[in-house]
């Protein structure tokens, strides 16, 4: 089944680097997904800070820079609720595609679910799943 973007992750994922776009418009031909954030500005930055959704204050995070080398991205399910954070286990399928994927392409990347990249998942202390970004 072919996938597509719809106009909201279009627009997040063209505050990106190149090389996250390319991954993940590779990505879109073969999982379905959403993208939530790119570049965050100041002020969305530390509203995420202030909700323990990052672990970073405006500038240090590597969404605030232009073009972002962060991107936000999660499974999309057809049914409702198109997001189901409760199903880690899907965002442990998606990130392995996703790695694999930018691993055929020549591009490193990091998931925020192995920050280390040492490939033992439990030892992380905080878990972002939808987080990818550029090494």
């Known amino acids: 089944m072919p996938y597509y973007?719809?106009?909201t992750s279009k627009q997040n994922l063209s505050?990106?680097?190149p090389d996250i776009q390319k991954v993940f418009n590779e990505i879109i031909k073969y999982y379905d997904c959403s993208v939530l954030d790119g570049n965050r500005s100041k002020e969305k930055q530390n509203?995420?800070?202030h909700k323990g959704l990052s672990q970073l204050k405006y500038p240090e995070s590597k969404h605030n820079q232009s073009p972002s080398i962060a991107i936000d991205v999660v499974p999309?399910?057809?049914?409702k609720p198109h997001i189901r954070w409760g199903e880690k286990e899907k965002f442990y399928e998606f990130a392995g595609f996703v790695m694999g994927v930018a691993s055929t392409m020549g591009i490193q990347l990091r998931w925020g679910g192995n920050w280390d990249m040492d490939d033992e998942?439990?030892?992380n202390t905080f878990m972002d799943?939808?987080?990818f970004e550029l090494v």
Request: hydrophobic share 15%; proline share 5%.
């Open 47 to 49: 509203e995420y800070y």
């Open 121 to 123: 998942l439990k030892d």
């Open 15 to 17: 505050t990106c680097h």
């Open 76 to 79: 999309y399910f057809s049914n």
């Open 129 to 131: 799943y939808p987080h």
């Open 5 to 7: 973007f719809g106009s």
